[in-house]
C-alpha cells in the first residue's frame, strides 16, 4: 500500500514521527529549513540547491540528492497530452476486456 502526502509546510508538529519513520522515499522542491531537512530526509546534512525547479530527493532513506526538474520551453500540454490520451486508452480498452 502506498501513500502520497503533499505538505506546503513541512513541520514534525504536523505529521507523527510514526507516520515520519515508515516514509520511504522523501521529495522535496527548494532548500528545506534545519527543522524540515531533519523530519524529511534525518539528517541537516543536505546538498544546496538554486533555481526554479530544484529540490532534493531521498529514496529508501538514503542520502538526500539534489536534482533539477525538466523545463518545458514548448506548450507543456502539447508535449504531454498525447501521453495522457494514450494512457486514456491504453486503459479503457484494459477496463472493456475485463
Not at 60 to 65: D, Q, V
Request: net charge negative.
Amino acid at each position: 500500500m502506498g501513500i502520497l502526502i503533499i505538505m506546503q509546510q513541512p513541520r514534525a508538529d504536523s505529521l507523527s514521527s510514526n507516520i515520519r519513520e515508515q516514509l520511504q522515499n522523501c521529495i522535496f522542491l527548494g532548500n528545506p529549513s534545519k527543522e524540515s531537512a531533519g523530519m524529511m530526509f534525518g539528517t541537516t546534512d543536505v546538498p544546496q540547491v538554486n533555481g526554479k525547479g530544484a529540490g532534493m530527493y531521498s529514496i529508501e532513506r538514503s542520502a538526500p540528492t539534489s536534482f533539477e526538474s525538466p523545463r518545458f520551453e514548448a506548450n507543456v500540454f502539447e508535449t504531454i497530452l498525447p501521453v495522457w490520451e494514450h494512457v486514456a486508452h491504453s486503459y479503457n480498452k484494459n477496463v472493456q476486456t475485463k
